[in-house]
């Protein structure tokens, strides 16, 4: 970069003694106006650049690492060093603001003279100020046009002028100043108004052009309108109004004279130029930063987790927003466009089922990697300020936020069956499974208020079914006494194992569930917060841990946390990486072909993509009715893939479709979504289903054959004589002894670096009551409803009712 004349050569600095004594004379002449004791002050205590800590845009990315996902920050910088940039935006904001910079000595003495006279006088007062001066006065965040001010200005310019060279100066001033809406420095600048770039690496149709820049350049003498009169005083923005265009032309030539007379052009060179009229329009919301899109959501739980890092911990959010960091987040862009486009049910791209459907309809779909808990999706809602469905997370100062609780109905008995298979039980072992049963044991009899478990639908296996068509035919009477069987304890600490860090307990005389920690307390003792209706889904869990349980299914019984963040970088420097711990649930393969095996019998689980899938329904009843549904889920996996799905209502209320049908269920209602997105997201990965096949059980022991009235079902979709929540009929099962061959044996791949029973409902779900849907960290306006309880009050404990769901 050529600073003056044609022959490029920077000219020598001024002897400095002549100078100094000009620049003491005028210091000395302020101190005087402004008193000894101040201007001793100022002296000793002006920050320098080597103090200064410029606030610097965060950026979010996804898992590859060049996708932006959001800015974080107050201030939108991204700083540039100065060898690093190309020429135009130094040779413009010199000719524009500074013409003698590469000559004075930081201070324009006569300025300050001018000032010291007026000072003494009485005169008007003057603000004239070189490049560094303005720098000094940004950097000390300066303001108004004062005496002191000018003392400051001056004393810092000198400082800097002595200690830093000028293109060391010229850097900290181009990436500090304000641009104009909302842009800190010369990069931010090029990127917000004319989507480019000032770097001289990147490719040359994507910098900063001279006219470009001379734009940019124009603008910092009025960044942004005067809010006293915005139209009459618009600033340089050429798209404010006709005004400020006009002011920014005026400005653009009088610094392209600036060019040709330092030397920056020829005058053929700037003859040439043309005012260019590419300008961004004004974007109203650029100052949310995609922080309001679904993601948005998934930077909240960004913040909450880096809080719990050493490089994070106990310091404000401003160190992460402001720190100029490169946040690598786990998920994947396929992905998450996949989730969204299925669950945004106000999209076209959602399901038919579930599209256009009444606005208290809302879905929530949290997707996990197995083996590693990286989440790959989120979406909890359609805007990252309001609610969370999907899960919750603490903000700055320690409090839970979120609307991600809900009670999982069926869908929970995936980790009974898992707790069963690990003891060492066959699928194919038998269970007593009348359409109604009483159990003593958890005081659920008919002299009882609670009444017998009652089963959802007759299932053909009745009364004699093994576990596999029971789980097929979700039957609450088999599930209650499975979980009987193996102990409240067992069933919960298998959920907690795979995944499932929170579960919200009643309490007798408390108007809302109570958030229980899962992850530290024994087994015995969170028993005590749960009752035996742990079993078919009563409590409260989010779909985010859900979806990690799953992944800990899909990895073979092998457990990794969920986490959203995979690397903070700064500059070269590594702050953080993800760290990858995986537990072992204590699944052996036995038993992980067996729920493999007994899950993808599941209708709503399977897939059209010729990938093995195995899932999960279920349904959540409202209040007394037998027919309405407030809550529906579909939760499952594939080798490569897992997740869950709920969707419900935001109100509380029972899902009613546009057409005034309550009949909604997790087979009708989440698993559309579901099967939509897996099948959309598998695809967008590219990955091949052959090496993540599930293998076929050898059922030790080989108990009775199953009933032969089961029929595995050849299709994901339900046929149009099933009954309206999609329930498939049995018949029998294959032969361990002749694999298919599309499910052929093979190794396990994982990826690395209302509260009560149902009387009837769906055969492969459990549509139980259901609780009102509420936030469950603040009040969401709906009070206890005395009349919301069990459709039959068959399975209602004394204890409970409806209760609003909160957090402790």
Same mark, same amino acid.
């Given at each position: 970069m050529r600073h003056s004349g044609d022959n490029g050569a920077v000219p020598k600095r001024p002897r400095r003694r002549g100078r100094r004594l000009?620049?003491?004379?005028?210091?000395?002449?302020l101190l005087a106006g402004c008193g000894l004791v101040a201007g001793g002050y100022y002296f000793d205590s002006v920050p320098t650049p080597t103090d200064l800590k410029?606030?610097?845009?965060?950026?979010?990315?996804?898992?590859?690492?060049?996708?932006? =996902?959001?800015?974080?920050?107050?201030?939108?910088?991204t700083i540039v060093p100065y060898e690093a940039m190309n020429d135009s935006a130094?040779?413009?904001?010199?000719?524009?603001?500074?013409?003698t910079f590469w000559t004075n000595r930081g201070i324009d003495v006569k300025g300050v003279l001018r000032a010291a006279w007026a000072n003494v006088s009485g005169g008007q007062r003057q603000g004239a100020s070189t490049l560094t001066q303005q720098y000094a006065r940004v950097a000390a965040d300066l303001r108004g046009v004062t005496y002191s001010r000018k003392l400051r200005e001056a004393v810092i310019a000198w400082k800097l002028d002595d200690k830093y060279s000028k293109e060391e100066i010229l850097g900290f001033y181009l990436n500090t100043v304000p641009f104009g809406r909302g842009a800190y420095g010369i990069e931010a600048a090029a990127q917000t108004f004319f989507g480019k770039t000032v770097r001289r690496d990147a490719p040359a149709a994507q910098q900063l052009t001279p006219a470009e820049a001379m734009v940019l350049c124009a603008m910092v003498k009025q960044p942004e309108a005067d809010p006293a009169d915005p139209q009459g005083s618009p600033g340089y923005d050429p798209r404010r109004n006709a005004l400020a265009k006009q002011n920014?032309?005026?400005?653009?030539?009088?610094?392209?004279?600036? =060019?040709?007379?330092?030397?920056?052009?020829?005058?053929q060179q700037a003859a040439d130029l043309a005012y260019p009229d590419t300008v961004r329009p004004i974007d109203r919301d650029a100052g949310r930063s995609d922080l309001d899109r679904p993601t948005g959501l998934v930077v909240n739980h960004v913040l909450a987790e880096l809080r719990e890092t050493e490089p994070f911990r106990g310091k404000p959010d401003e160190v992460i927003r402001d720190g100029g960091y490169r946040i690598v987040t786990t998920i994947d862009k396929r992905v998450q466009d996949a989730a969204e486009a299925a669950a945004d049910i106000r999209r076209d791209t959602a399901p038919a089922a579930v599209r256009g459907q009444p606005k208290n309809w809302?879905?929530?779909?949290?997707?996990?990697?197995?083996?590693?808990?990286?989440?790959?999706?989120?979406?909890?809602?359609?805007?990252?300020?309001?609610?969370?469905?999907?899960?919750?997370?603490?903000?700055?100062?320690?409090?839970?936020?979120?609307?991600?609780?809900?009670?999982p109905g069926s869908s929970f008995k995936v980790y009974d069956l898992a707790a069963a298979v690990r003891d060492g039980m066959s699928v194919k072992q038998r269970f007593d499974s009348p359409d109604t049963k009483e159990f003593p044991g958890s005081g659920r009899t008919r002299g009882s208020a609670a009444g017998p478990i009652r089963n959802a639908e007759h299932a053909s296996c009745q009364p004699d079914c093994a576990l596999w068509e029971a789980t097929v035919a979700s039957l609450n009477v088999t599930y209650f006494e499975l979980t009987e069987k193996l102990g409240t304890a067992k069933v919960i600490e298998t959920a907690r194992q795979a995944g499932v860090g929170?579960?919200?307990?009643?309490?007798?005389?408390?108007?809302?569930?109570?958030?229980?920690?899962?992850?530290?307390?024994?087994?015995?003792e969170l028993a005590e917060h749960f009752s035996t209706e742990v079993g078919i889904g009563q409590y409260g869990i989010t779909v985010q841990d859900h979806a990690n349980g799953m992944a800990t299914f899909?990895?073979?019984?092998?457990?990794?946390?969920?986490?959203?963040?995979?690397?903070?970088?700064?500059?070269?420097?590594?702050?953080?990486?993800?760290q990858l711990r995986q537990t072992d649930l204590g699944l052996d393969a036995e038993a992980v072909n067996q729920l493999d095996w007994t899950l993808r019998r599941v209708r709503a689980a399977r897939l059209d993509n010729g990938w093995d899938s195995a899932g999960k329904t279920g349904t959540w009843q409202a209040g007394q009715s037998t027919t309405k549904n407030v809550h529906t889920w579909m939760v499952g996996w594939t080798g490569a893939l897992a997740s869950a799905v709920w969707l419900?209502?935001?109100?509380?209320?029972p899902l009613r479709t546009t057409g005034g049908s309550y009949e909604v269920y997790g087979s009708t209602g989440a698993a559309p979504i579901w099967r939509q997105f897996m099948t959309r997201a598998t695809a967008a990965m590219k990955l091949d289903p052959d090496k993540y096949r599930f293998r076929e059980p050898a059922f030790p022991g080989d108990a009775p054959e199953p009933s032969p009235s089961a029929p595995v079902p050849s299709s994901s979709t339900p046929s149009p004589s099933a009954s309206p929540t999609g329930s498939p009929t049995a018949s029998p099962a294959p032969s361990s002894a002749s694999p298919s061959p599309s499910r052929r044996p093979g190794p396990r791949p994982t990826l690395s670096p209302s509260l009560t029973t149902p009387p009837g409902g769906a055969a492969d779900e459990d549509p139980g009551t259901a609780l009102k849907l509420c936030a469950p960290f603040g009040n969401c306006g709906i009070e206890p409803t005395s009349g919301m309880h069990s459709s039959t009050a068959d399975n209602v404990r004394p204890d409970q009712g409806l209760l609003k769901i909160m957090a402790s």
């Amino acid at each position: 970069m050529r600073h003056s004349g044609d022959n490029g050569a920077v000219p020598k600095r001024p002897r400095r003694r002549g100078r100094r004594l000009l620049v003491v004379l005028a210091v000395g002449a302020l101190l005087a106006g402004c008193g000894l004791v101040a201007g001793g002050y100022y002296f000793d205590s002006v920050p320098t650049p080597t103090d200064l800590k410029l606030p610097e845009s965060t950026t979010v990315l996804y898992a590859d690492g060049r996708t932006p =996902m959001a800015k974080l920050g107050a201030q939108n910088r991204t700083i540039v060093p100065y060898e690093a940039m190309n020429d135009s935006a130094k040779q413009a904001i010199v000719a524009a603001e500074d013409r003698t910079f590469w000559t004075n000595r930081g201070i324009d003495v006569k300025g300050v003279l001018r000032a010291a006279w007026a000072n003494v006088s009485g005169g008007q007062r003057q603000g004239a100020s070189t490049l560094t001066q303005q720098y000094a006065r940004v950097a000390a965040d300066l303001r108004g046009v004062t005496y002191s001010r000018k003392l400051r200005e001056a004393v810092i310019a000198w400082k800097l002028d002595d200690k830093y060279s000028k293109e060391e100066i010229l850097g900290f001033y181009l990436n500090t100043v304000p641009f104009g809406r909302g842009a800190y420095g010369i990069e931010a600048a090029a990127q917000t108004f004319f989507g480019k770039t000032v770097r001289r690496d990147a490719p040359a149709a994507q910098q900063l052009t001279p006219a470009e820049a001379m734009v940019l350049c124009a603008m910092v003498k009025q960044p942004e309108a005067d809010p006293a009169d915005p139209q009459g005083s618009p600033g340089y923005d050429p798209r404010r109004n006709a005004l400020a265009k006009q002011n920014s032309i005026d400005r653009w030539n009088y610094i392209r004279d600036g =060019m040709v007379k330092l030397g920056y052009l020829t005058p053929q060179q700037a003859a040439d130029l043309a005012y260019p009229d590419t300008v961004r329009p004004i974007d109203r919301d650029a100052g949310r930063s995609d922080l309001d899109r679904p993601t948005g959501l998934v930077v909240n739980h960004v913040l909450a987790e880096l809080r719990e890092t050493e490089p994070f911990r106990g310091k404000p959010d401003e160190v992460i927003r402001d720190g100029g960091y490169r946040i690598v987040t786990t998920i994947d862009k396929r992905v998450q466009d996949a989730a969204e486009a299925a669950a945004d049910i106000r999209r076209d791209t959602a399901p038919a089922a579930v599209r256009g459907q009444p606005k208290n309809w809302q879905a929530a779909l949290v997707a996990v990697e197995p083996g590693t808990g990286r989440v790959l999706g989120y979406y909890g809602g359609d805007r990252g300020s309001g609610a969370d469905y999907a899960g919750w997370y603490t903000d700055e100062q320690g409090q839970a936020r979120g609307f991600g609780q809900h009670p999982p109905g069926s869908s929970f008995k995936v980790y009974d069956l898992a707790a069963a298979v690990r003891d060492g039980m066959s699928v194919k072992q038998r269970f007593d499974s009348p359409d109604t049963k009483e159990f003593p044991g958890s005081g659920r009899t008919r002299g009882s208020a609670a009444g017998p478990i009652r089963n959802a639908e007759h299932a053909s296996c009745q009364p004699d079914c093994a576990l596999w068509e029971a789980t097929v035919a979700s039957l609450n009477v088999t599930y209650f006494e499975l979980t009987e069987k193996l102990g409240t304890a067992k069933v919960i600490e298998t959920a907690r194992q795979a995944g499932v860090g929170s579960m919200w307990e009643t309490v007798r005389g408390n108007p809302r569930p109570q958030r229980v920690d899962l992850r530290d307390d024994p087994a015995d003792e969170l028993a005590e917060h749960f009752s035996t209706e742990v079993g078919i889904g009563q409590y409260g869990i989010t779909v985010q841990d859900h979806a990690n349980g799953m992944a800990t299914f899909a990895a073979g019984g092998k457990r990794a946390d969920a986490h959203f963040v995979r690397s903070v970088t700064k500059g070269d420097d590594k702050v953080w990486t993800e760290q990858l711990r995986q537990t072992d649930l204590g699944l052996d393969a036995e038993a992980v072909n067996q729920l493999d095996w007994t899950l993808r019998r599941v209708r709503a689980a399977r897939l059209d993509n010729g990938w093995d899938s195995a899932g999960k329904t279920g349904t959540w009843q409202a209040g007394q009715s037998t027919t309405k549904n407030v809550h529906t889920w579909m939760v499952g996996w594939t080798g490569a893939l897992a997740s869950a799905v709920w969707l419900g209502t935001t109100d509380g209320k029972p899902l009613r479709t546009t057409g005034g049908s309550y009949e909604v269920y997790g087979s009708t209602g989440a698993a559309p979504i579901w099967r939509q997105f897996m099948t959309r997201a598998t695809a967008a990965m590219k990955l091949d289903p052959d090496k993540y096949r599930f293998r076929e059980p050898a059922f030790p022991g080989d108990a009775p054959e199953p009933s032969p009235s089961a029929p595995v079902p050849s299709s994901s979709t339900p046929s149009p004589s099933a009954s309206p929540t999609g329930s498939p009929t049995a018949s029998p099962a294959p032969s361990s002894a002749s694999p298919s061959p599309s499910r052929r044996p093979g190794p396990r791949p994982t990826l690395s670096p209302s509260l009560t029973t149902p009387p009837g409902g769906a055969a492969d779900e459990d549509p139980g009551t259901a609780l009102k849907l509420c936030a469950p960290f603040g009040n969401c306006g709906i009070e206890p409803t005395s009349g919301m309880h069990s459709s039959t009050a068959d399975n209602v404990r004394p204890d409970q009712g409806l209760l609003k769901i909160m957090a402790s």
